[in-house]
């Protein structure tokens, strides 16, 4: 069984700081690139930011600056730390791995955002 498991969704202050994680298991994790899509109620699901197997980023226009995706691959993990939060960025999150024919999704926990 292969999957990728989030954690760190929750309610935060416009302003705030929120950490997603996301583990991987039973995948040459380190030849994944992974990525962190959102959907907000009534829109198309979005790239938010994606990290290649050798480290490089990119980010969505709407999150540059304040957000950053890392990756440990001794730990078969990936982040997305979410700095100055706003009401915008309120979403369901998920966790994306691709390589080859693969295509792994987290189950996406909601992240909320207060003014």
């Known amino acids: 069984q292969v999957q990728l498991v989030e954690s760190g969704g929750g309610l935060v202050q416009a302003g705030g700081s929120l950490r997603l994680s996301c583990a991987a298991s039973r995948i040459d994790f380190s030849m994944y690139v992974m990525a962190w899509y959102r959907q907000a109620p009534g829109k198309e699901r979005e790239l938010v930011a994606r990290?290649?197997?050798?480290?490089?980023?990119n980010y969505a226009d709407s999150v540059k600056g304040r957000f950053i995706i890392s990756r440990d691959n001794a730990k078969n993990m990936v982040y997305l730390q979410m700095n100055s939060l706003k009401f915008e960025d309120t979403a369901v999150y998920y966790c994306?791995?691709?390589?080859?024919?693969?295509?792994?999704w987290g189950q996406g926990p909601q992240v909320t955002v207060s003014s």
């Open positions: 990290i290649t197997s050798g480290g490089s980023t």
């Open positions: 994306n791995g691709q390589r080859g024919p693969f295509d792994l």
